[in-house]
């Protein structure tokens, strides 16, 4: 399994842009990059997923450069309710979801 | 937006007994799982199912741990002798099956267990 290596915490302002980045030194060939956000006392839930390049959907942006060892969430224009912990996983089409501490953003007024 | 549910939203039971944590995966979805997320810690993976038996499982799901899906809707995971160290959040998850290519797994709102 990949490790990932991703911040602790973070904050920002309501209105910022905000960048998360993973690292994934030992991403295999069939794996793919999945981000998934988390409220207290709630189930994990998918935010993006990719393979490789870019990809965007109506809450995030995902990049992910051509060697494949890192990946970027970017959150545009974060608000006081996107405060949650964001979890950036590596899998491949196999069932299990490896979770590790996640990065825990804090978003401030 | 079709979505998991479990029930109850939170169990208490004392060391020794056995307890039964049910959900209601997404209709058409065929792989259905189990994690726990101990207070203040990482969410765990449990145990995968599909085609009405496990398809992995992981080192914390030994012989006290069992999974079922009775019927065409729910999903059971059965803790038989419950420990302290058994309490968590136990959150479902289902996904579709996409051949080729990757899924997301959509997780319920949780149960948590207090053992006492």
């Known amino acids: 399994l990949a490790k990932t290596t991703q911040p602790i915490s973070m904050d920002s302002y309501e209105g910022q842009e905000v960048n998360i980045t993973c690292s994934h030194n030992n991403i295999a060939t069939n794996d793919y990059i999945t981000w998934y956000q988390q409220f207290p006392s709630q189930g994990p839930r998918f935010i993006i997923q990719g393979y490789k390049t870019k990809v965007t959907n109506e809450v995030a942006s995902l990049f992910i450069p051509a060697d494949r060892k890192s990946s970027t969430l970017s959150l545009p224009r974060v608000s006081l309710s996107d405060t949650a912990v964001y979890y950036c996983?590596?899998?491949?089409?196999?069932?299990?979801?490896?979770f590790g501490g996640g990065t825990r953003l804090m978003v401030k007024p | 937006e079709p979505e998991v549910t479990q029930t109850p939203s939170h169990q208490v039971t004392q060391m020794g007994q056995e307890v039964i944590l049910r959900c209601v995966p997404i209709s058409n979805h065929l792989y259905f799982y189990w994690y726990r997320q101990i207070l203040g810690q990482k969410v765990e993976f449990l145990v995968s199912f599909y085609n009405n038996e496990i398809s992995e499982k992981s080192e914390i799901f030994d012989d006290q741990f069992s999974v079922e899906r009775p019927d065409g809707s729910n999903f059971t995971l059965k803790i038989r002798s419950t420990k302290l160290e058994d309490s968590a959040m136990y959150f479902c998850a289902s996904s579709e099956v996409r051949f080729g290519g990757t899924y997301e797994q959509y997780f319920g709102p949780g149960t948590r267990l207090t053992v006492t």
């Open positions: 996983l590596v899998h491949n089409a196999g069932n299990m979801l490896t």
